[in-house]
C-alpha cells in the first residue's frame, strides 16, 4: 500500500520520526511502488522486507511485553492477597486458648438469651381483666416448651394471683401423650396456687389424647375463650 510519507526519507530541517512511529508506518509498508519500480535493486527490496519483518517482529515483541507485565501485576496482586490471609490466619493461631473461649462462651451465653427471648414471645400471657388472664398455644409442646409456659404462668398467678387461668388450645391440632401430661401438670400447679385452669379451643386430636390418657377428671374446658369469659363473670 502506497505511503502518504515514506518512512525511509526525511525532509531537510525535519525532526527525526520517533522509533514507534517508524515502526508502525515501516510495518504497513507493503507494495511500494519505489521497491517496484525498475531502478530498485533486489538487494533494495530484500533490506525492505526484512526492515518490514524486523519491525512486525519487535511490534510482537513489545505485545508480548505488555501481556507478561500485565501477568506479573496480576501475580504481584494475587501474592499480595494471600499473604494478607496468610497473616490474619497467623494472627488466630496466636491468640490464647482463654481468649477463644471467652469468645466461645460469649456467644453460647447470646444464643441462651436469644433461646430464652423467643420461648418467651412464643408463650404469651395475656391480661384480660383483674383476676383473668389467658395462655393461647400455637403449635407443638415440648418438654421445653411446657417448662418455659408452666414457669411462666406459675409466675403470674403468685405475683398477681388472678382466679382464672384460661388456657387456650384453638392453636394446638393435635397432642400426644407426652403434651397431655404436661397440660395436666401445668393445670394441676395453678391450681395448687389458689387459681382455677379452664381449657378452651380444644381440637380433634387433643380431645383423642385427653381421652385415651384418662385424664379427663382433672381439667374443666369450654368451647372457646369466650365462653370461658361468659361462665367466669
Given at each position: 500500500?502506497?505511503?502518504?510519507?515514506?518512512?525511509l526519507?526525511?525532509a531537510?530541517?525535519?525532526?527525526?520520526?520517533?522509533?514507534?512511529?517508524?515502526?508502525?508506518?515501516?510495518?504497513?509498508?507493503?507494495?511500494?511502488?519505489r521497491?517496484?519500480?525498475?531502478e530498485a535493486?533486489p538487494?533494495?527490496?530484500?533490506?525492505?522486507?526484512?526492515?518490514?519483518e524486523?519491525a512486525?517482529?519487535?511490534?510482537?515483541?513489545?505485545?508480548?511485553?505488555?501481556?507478561?507485565?500485565?501477568e506479573?501485576?496480576?501475580?504481584?496482586?494475587?501474592?499480595?492477597e494471600?499473604?494478607?490471609?496468610?497473616?490474619?490466619?497467623?494472627?488466630?493461631?496466636?491468640r490464647?486458648?482463654?481468649?477463644?473461649?471467652?469468645?466461645?462462651?460469649a456467644?453460647?451465653?447470646?444464643?441462651?438469651?436469644?433461646?430464652?427471648?423467643?420461648?418467651?414471645?412464643?408463650?404469651p400471657?395475656?391480661?384480660?381483666?383483674e383476676?383473668?388472664m389467658v395462655l393461647?398455644i400455637?403449635?407443638?409442646?415440648?418438654?421445653?416448651?411446657?417448662?418455659?409456659?408452666?414457669?411462666?404462668l406459675?409466675?403470674?398467678?403468685?405475683?398477681?394471683?388472678?382466679?382464672?387461668?384460661?388456657?387456650?388450645?384453638?392453636?394446638?391440632?393435635?397432642?400426644?401423650?407426652?403434651?397431655?401430661?404436661?397440660?395436666?401438670?401445668?393445670?394441676?400447679a395453678?391450681?395448687?396456687l389458689?387459681?382455677?385452669?379452664?381449657?378452651?379451643?380444644?381440637?380433634?386430636?387433643?380431645?383423642?389424647?385427653?381421652?385415651?390418657?384418662?385424664?379427663?377428671?382433672?381439667?374443666?374446658?369450654?368451647?372457646?375463650?369466650?365462653e370461658?369469659?361468659r361462665?367466669?363473670?
Amino acid at each position: 500500500m502506497p505511503c502518504e510519507h515514506c518512512p525511509l526519507e526525511r525532509a531537510e530541517g525535519a525532526p527525526p520520526v520517533p522509533l514507534a512511529t517508524f515502526l508502525d508506518r515501516l510495518t504497513t509498508c507493503d507494495g511500494c511502488p519505489r521497491l517496484a519500480a525498475e531502478e530498485a535493486t533486489p538487494l533494495v527490496r530484500l533490506l525492505a522486507d526484512r526492515h518490514r519483518e524486523a519491525a512486525r517482529a519487535i511490534r510482537g515483541l513489545e505485545n508480548e511485553i505488555r501481556k507478561l507485565k500485565r501477568e506479573l501485576k496480576e501475580a504481584a496482586s494475587a501474592a499480595e492477597e494471600y499473604e494478607g490471609r496468610v497473616a490474619t490466619l497467623e494472627h488466630f493461631q496466636k491468640r490464647s486458648s482463654q481468649e477463644v473461649e471467652e469468645e466461645l462462651r460469649a456467644q453460647l451465653e447470646l444464643v441462651r438469651q436469644q433461646g430464652a427471648e423467643m420461648q418467651a414471645m412464643s408463650t404469651p400471657i395475656i391480661r384480660v381483666w383483674e383476676g383473668v388472664m389467658v395462655l393461647p398455644i400455637i403449635g407443638s409442646v415440648d418438654s421445653a416448651r411446657a417448662a418455659t409456659m408452666m414457669e411462666r404462668l406459675l409466675e403470674e398467678v403468685a405475683s398477681s394471683g388472678p382466679a382464672y387461668a384460661i388456657v387456650d388450645l384453638t392453636g394446638l391440632a393435635t397432642a400426644d401423650t407426652a403434651t397431655v401430661n404436661h397440660l395436666v401438670q401445668m393445670s394441676s400447679a395453678v391450681r395448687l396456687l389458689g387459681a382455677r385452669v379452664i381449657f378452651t379451643g380444644i381440637q380433634r386430636g387433643v380431645a383423642h389424647a385427653l381421652a385415651t390418657s384418662g385424664e379427663l377428671f382433672a381439667v374443666t374446658t369450654l368451647g372457646s375463650v369466650k365462653e370461658a369469659l361468659r361462665r367466669i363473670v
